[in-house]
């Protein structure tokens, strides 16, 4: 595990050495990735220059969920972002040379690049988060802040395992990668409004399908404070942890079977 | 040190019928393949695009999964101890860059020692060694992507061996280099056959290489062992007939030289075919020369295609030779 985490940094830092080459184009993406979410959170904001509350939440509220969001979602993309390039890794034979290295291939995958130009969005949430702060009163205490630093990282986490479970469908097709980022660029989109304001079926999707709405939601009902709209069971919002472990439960053997097809089909 | 005991490999291809229908059929990759390569072994494994050499070095290898049959490399099943098997081998794939793009040559190889875990005094002494004989020091701090395909090529090979693999497998190592390229890539791989005692496979469509390195080949064609035996033998039964190509100053009637056949004869351009055995290029050329002025020469060796539809067409089935 130690040797496999020194590996993982070591790859990772080459990678990032690699990015740096190209320096302006790096500034450009950082800057271009910031202004383009936060035109997205300026949606938000007109929404709530027309309306007082979305459902029961204010916009103080919607702006917490959605910087819990946006700052999962860009830690998930620092670390898994790069998979949209696996139909690359797979057609270009990247993959295979993956095989031959004494490595999980997951492992490889993960440890092929780093998507540090998502620095843009990561400061965007947290701008977001701090402008959340401003207008919310949150009586702060040590359960609420653990809850709140336990949620990004949770969220970082549910976001990957999603994204690792459905870009399996590489394996089997190529063009895959649409479908795939329906799934995770859409379920990033949801996750930043309250779900009670999505039709039923849609939740049950968001619920139980893509863990989905233990990425923000329910954690912040919690450190809100705030009653469930949908009157669902209060240990939920304490299992964004069991999800996230779940969902790399997952995501795991969804990759090992991937994998076993490509490796019988011979790609 | 390789076994392959009856191994065969079928891929699923959908054929289309119509707008929407597809229809399932079976190609079959590699059929009943058999065969075993000794310890130290150099053997090339040859035979046309698409005859499944790459299908087969990539079960070798651990990467596929074969249908049926069995497989057994420096004591591993590839399929199932990949990771384990991956510590004990080496392989080049062609065009396929193993090596990080964007950085310095020198880069990989610190990566790659990680990634394989190679004790640091092996590091130390193979990367020296290999410097020395690939002559890596003029472009080992130069980014892999400026490098010259020549250059690269010798950075993968350096990349392949610093592991210290028992086995290397290596897929048209010298395609698209210069002579003297080539001449190096050769020597380092003997180099590493005798003084490392590394076994090698590679696939290659050069006879070059397979005549300075192999001393065992294998030659398969649409998934079927056709030739297993040694270089001399193959040169000698199918290889040995080399063609020279001359332009004469004035058309002249197709050339009598004894021995040789004339083959073709094209304006001032004529096609002499001749025996290894028999005469050299130059013994030839002196003959021609004799018989009418030369402008231009050019000899032409029978490449693998060649060979193969020389077996093809002698009708037998030479495994086991």
Known sequence: ?267 | MIEVERVEKRFVAWRKRGALRRERHEVRAVAELTFSIAAGTVCGYIGPNGAGKSTTVKMLTGILVPSSGRISVAGLEPSRQRIKLARRIGAMFGQRVQLWWDLPLVDSFELLRHVYRVPTDRYRANLARFRELLELDPFLQTPVRQLSLGQRVRGELCAVMLHDPEIVFLDEPTIGLDVVAKERVREFLTDANRERGVTVLLTTHDLADIERLCNRILMIDRGRLIYDGTVDDLLARYGAERTLVVDLEAPAPPLDVPGVSSVRVDGLRQWLRFRREDTTAAELTAAVARRARLVDLAVEEPDIEDVVRRIYTSGSDLTGV
């Open chain 1, 1 to 267: 595990m130690g040797d496999a985490l020194a590996v993982y940094g070591r790859l990772v830092s080459a990678a990032i050495r690699s990015q740096l080459q190209y320096r302006l184009s790096f500034v450009l993406d950082v800057v271009g990735m910031f202004l383009v979410a936060s035109l997205d959170f300026a949606a938000v904001l007109i929404i709530f220059h027309n309306v007082p509350r979305l459902g029961t939440f204010s916009v103080g509220e919607v702006a917490f969920l959605y910087a819990l969001s946006a700052m999962s979602f860009a830690l998930a993309e620092f670390v898994v972002g790069h998979l949209d390039l696996l139909n690359e890794y797979v057609r270009t034979g990247t993959f295979d040379v993956m095989l031959l290295r004494p490595r999980g291939t997951l492992f490889q995958v993960v440890s092929a690049d780093f998507r540090l130009r998502r620095l843009g969005q990561l400061l965007q949430g947290v701008a977001v988060f701090v402008y959340a702060l401003s207008v919310l009163d949150i009586h702060w205490n040590a359960g609420r802040v653990a809850m709140t630093l336990l949620t990004v990282i949770c969220g970082a986490v549910i976001f990957s395992a999603v994204w690792v479970f459905v870009i399996c469908v590489v394996f089997w097709t190529v063009e895959g990668t649409e479908t795939a980022n329906a799934f995770t660029y859409g379920g990033q989109f949801l996750t930043q409004y309250p779900i009670d304001l999505y039709s039923q079926w849609l939740r049950r999707l968001l619920g139980y399908a893509i863990p989905m709405s233990f990425v923000a939601y329910f954690p912040a009902l919690y450190v809100l404070d705030k009653e469930d709209p949908l009157g669902l069971p209060s240990f939920l919002r304490f299992s964004s942890p069991l999800v996230a472990v779940v969902a790399v439960v997952f995501a795991g053997a969804m990759w090992r079977f991937a994998v076993r097809h490509y490796r019988s089909a011979g790609g």
